[in-house]
């Protein structure tokens, strides 16, 4: 939510394509499996991850039916926390969000050693009162006990909280399941998710 994703992923190509060479097509340049990713993760990603991105590049002839769904979702995770394009304005909107009073912290899916190495990627390993990861909480997103996790790090109760996140599923049902007040940016892939309350605030950016 904190960075650009599809720039990111745009980046991320250049070094997946230059380090897994043989898992594209001969005729797959860098900049095209960039804008295939861009689209399978717009369409796809919310609906089964990298695995399920990854059979959607087969299916469009970008990645080779061999190479194996979950080896590619490792390497493009790390490709991306490699390759991220921070937002101009983060810093200064968590700047400003503080002053303002606000208390921050964040939760996220993912193992402590790609989660951190994308926040320093970022510059945003001070800006946060907590950080609580997933792989090292023990639960995940939209796991209700992770949101628990984290009132007990702020000392505050769920509904004194707002989470904002782009992922539906995530982000939203999470943090209804955790009792906070969802804030949804949204994003270009749509809403699609008819089993999930919309969040009560919506903001594009």
Avoid at 41 to 52: L, M, Q, T, V
Avoid at 194 to 201: F, Q, V
Wanted: a neutral charge; charged letters at 25%.
């Amino acid at each position: 939510t904190l960075y650009d994703r599809y720039s990111s992923l745009r980046a991320a190509a250049y070094q997946l394509h230059s380090e897994h060479r043989n898992w594209f097509p001969e005729s797959m340049i860098a900049k095209e499996l960039g804008r295939q990713l861009v689209k399978s993760d717009h369409r796809f990603n919310y609906f089964g991850g990298w695995p399920s991105v990854a059979e959607k590049l087969k299916t469009a002839n970008v990645l080779l039916p061999e190479v194996d769904d979950r080896e590619f979702g490792e390497a493009a995770i790390s490709a991306m926390a490699e390759s991220l394009v921070p937002y101009p304005f983060t810093l200064k909107m968590l700047a400003d969000l503080r002053r303002k009073g606000y208390r921050l912290g964040m939760i996220t899916n993912g193992t402590p050693e790609v989660q951190w190495r994308k926040l320093r990627k970022l510059g945003l390993e001070n800006q946060f009162e907590t950080v609580l990861v997933s792989g090292a909480v023990g639960a995940e997103k939209p796991d209700p006990a992770i949101f628990q996790a984290c009132e007990k790090a702020m000392d505050l109760p769920g509904r004194e909280m707002v989470y904002v996140g782009d992922n539906p599923e995530l982000d939203i049902l999470g943090a209804y399941n955790g009792g906070f007040t969802p804030i949804w940016v949204k994003t270009s892939v749509g809403w699609g998710f008819p089993d999930i309350r919309r969040a009560p605030y919506e903001i594009n950016d």
